[in-house]
């Protein structure tokens, strides 16, 4: 008898996990089929009929009411935001991307993303001070999301891309400063790592070469004691070719090429260390 519930346990286990993965395939399913449709507005935009546009976001609105729990909800929530900045109808737009921020309070990614296409809808209105205003919010509000992350760094580049020298000095300074900040904040961790090689790439893009190699060998003082964890040994030939081929200091180069060789005999950089040095 024991072993007659075991079996009906498991086979109702078994059935159960069946039909959750059915139901995630359906889903999955019918989400790629929305998207299908989706993209030819994006491919688009201009010849695509209004109708068209309003039967993809009333498919996307009840994809994101049947699956409330599911991921792709969300995406499909993004999706449709993408769909009325494609079509230029950018208070659409807006208007979803503040619902999604409603909607999941307390996902910072969600909001942290939601605000960057907020901007970017600006942006693409000319609208630069609005769009720099959502900027500012994620990276004082959501510094630790991919978008809060990189976001200083996007700004820097946009000045540096609209060929506005000074804004763009100062954008990058503010990075750095923004990163340190953050590195001072959780010292020793992961966080610090990436907040100083963020640093060094905001040196890096302005030419400033010493102030790059110095933040690259402070990252290897601070986090010497975590070889084993971090991949010191980029760091170390990101100095050696700074030193070779910006700073022109062989010597220097040489020693941290010797460095890396000897502290990292197992690291994939060996084989390019050793060709370094012999040239």
């Known amino acids: 008898m024991r072993k007659f519930v075991l079996i009906v346990i498991c ?5 159960s996990i069946c039909g959750c993965a059915n139901d995630q395939y359906a889903v999955e399913r019918e989400f790629w ?3 299908k449709q989706a993209e030819k507005i994006f491919k688009n935009p201009a010849a ?3 109708n068209e546009l309003e039967r993809v976001v009333a498919r996307l609105d009840n994809f ?3 699956n409330p729990g599911n991921e792709m909800a969300v995406e499909a929530g993004f999706f449709v935001a ?3 900045a494609a079509k230029n109808e950018f208070e659409s737009a807006r208007k979803q991307l503040k619902k999604l921020i409603a909607k999941y309070p307390k996902s910072q990614i969600v909001n942290a993303e939601a605000l960057f296409l907020i901007g970017k809808t600006y942006e693409l209105q000319d609208k630069w001070d609005e769009a720099l205003a959502q900027y500012k ?3 004082a509000d959501f510094p630790l999301t991919p978008r809060g992350w990189e976001t200083p760094l996007y700004i820097a580049n946009y000045y540096k891309a609209k060929f506005q020298p000074d804004k763009m000095l100062a954008a990058f300074g503010q990075a750095v400063n923004h990163y340190r900040a953050l590195a001072a904040k959780y010292p020793n961790t992961p966080l610090a790592f990436k907040a100083y090689l963020l640093v060094s790439s905001c040196y890096s893009a302005t030419k400033d070469w010493q102030n790059t190699v110095n933040t ?3 990252v290897l003082d601070k986090f010497i004691g975590f070889k084993d964890k971090i991949q010191l040994d980029a760091v170390l030939f990101e100095i050696a070719l700074i030193y070779k081929k910006e700073l022109k200091d062989d010597l220097k180069a040489n020693a941290a090429l010797e460095r890396l060789i000897k502290e990292f005999p197992n690291s994939k950089y060996i ?3 050793k060709k370094f040095l012999k040239s």
């Open 11 to 15: 086979l109702s286990l078994f059935l």
């Open 33 to 35: 089929q929305i998207k």
């Open 48 to 50: 695509s009929p209004p």
């Open 64 to 66: 994101s009411g049947k």
């Open 82 to 84: 993408r769909i009325y």
């Open 137 to 139: 919010k994620i990276i």
């Open 216 to 218: 690259l060998n402070t």
């Open 271 to 273: 084989s390019s260390a």
